[in-house]
């Protein structure tokens, strides 16, 4: 079953975790120094919040899968929009190991699509993924930053 993702730059960690708390009336289910996620069943929502990327606001949107087969699935379904993708296998990110696809929309906006097989220490080691990222230097991007595709 699938679950959209909401992935939001926040400027204060905890007084925004205090927010969302409230408004989704849950604890996040992960809280790191830099990173807090909720993992809601209704709605049926993978949202994360971090100080990580530089500009507050939505940094991107996503579909998580439960398994392999479905990240193919919707793969493919990017891959038939005529949108070039970006592919990750084993990335760390958001303190967790998934296997990704990336693409923008029309407008630019990034989508992510995700299988997630693993817990990881650190927010992102796959930082540094270069010319895939827009307007982000390599040595400052984070791991769920935005590609350029």
Not at 60 to 76: F, K, P, R, T, Y
Request: hydrophobic share 40%; glycine share 8%.
């Amino acid at each position: 079953m699938k679950r959209f993702h909401v992935h939001m730059t926040v400027r204060d960690l905890d007084q925004s975790i205090r927010f969302y708390a409230t408004l989704f009336g849950a604890e996040p289910a992960v809280v790191k120094t830099d990173y807090a996620k909720w993992m809601l069943d209704d709605p049926r929502v993978n949202f994360a919040i971090s100080t990580v990327a530089r500009t507050p606001g939505v940094d991107h949107l996503g579909i998580q899968v439960d398994g392999a087969d479905e990240l193919g699935e919707v793969s493919g379904r990017l891959a038939h929009a005529g949108q070039e993708l970006l592919r990750q296998s084993e990335a760390s990110c958001c303190y967790a190991k998934s296997d990704k696809t990336w693409v923008a929309d029309p407008q630019g906006v990034a989508w992510e699509t995700f299988f997630t097989f693993g817990e990881a220490t650190s927010y992102g080691e796959d930082r540094g993924i270069g010319p895939a990222l827009a307007n982000v230097e390599p040595d400052k991007t984070a791991c769920c930053a935005r590609p350029s595709v």
